[in-house]
């Protein structure tokens, strides 16, 4: 193999290798230590706590994937650099999982009514297209009547 991924069991012809992501599954427990700067015993801990939660493999082992390493970096520099509680890093966590979560669906809500406004556009256009053309606009006339107003004297009813 030329180390480009892994050779998938009954993979698919077409593609022979797996197509590695931040989210792919790739670093065991002392990898995934040495790249966070963290001792292993401390990884335990977060997965654990949920605040990283790796993937497992069949027998149990952890998995860290690229966005795992980030995470625990994140963790380290809001535990030790920032002063935040275990507790309190795990709710930041979870909001800003919420914040993406939200995000990702105003961009789909606005995709859904940038192609309703189109449609609405489309059907506008089609109806102003069935117009019958040899009617013709009538204008009512104008009057050019003058009215005079004179306030009531009291008594003259």
Do not use: C, F
Request: no cysteine; proline share 5%; hydrophobic share 35%.
């Amino acid at each position: 193999m030329d180390g480009r991924g892994a050779r998938p069991g009954g993979g698919s012809r077409s593609n022979p290798y797996y197509e590695l992501t931040d989210d792919s599954p790739v670093y065991v427990i002392s990898v995934a230590a040495q790249l966070s700067g963290l001792h292993p015993q401390t990884l335990r801990q977060y997965d654990r706590l949920g605040l990283v939660s790796p993937d497992r493999t069949a027998g149990r082992g952890r998995r860290y994937s690229a966005r795992d390493i980030s995470l625990l970096r994140q963790v380290q520099v809001l535990s030790q650099d920032e002063g935040i509680n275990l507790a309190g890093i795990k709710r930041i966590i979870e909001l800003e999982n919420q914040v993406a979560a939200l995000q990702q669906r105003v961009a789909e809500l606005q995709q859904a009514v940038e192609g309703a406004a189109a449609a609405m556009q489309q059907r506008e256009a089609a109806v102003h297209a069935s117009y019958r053309r040899d009617l013709v606009p009538y204008d009512q006339v104008q009057t050019s009547a003058l009215m005079v107003w004179r306030p009531r004297r009291p008594g003259h009813d």
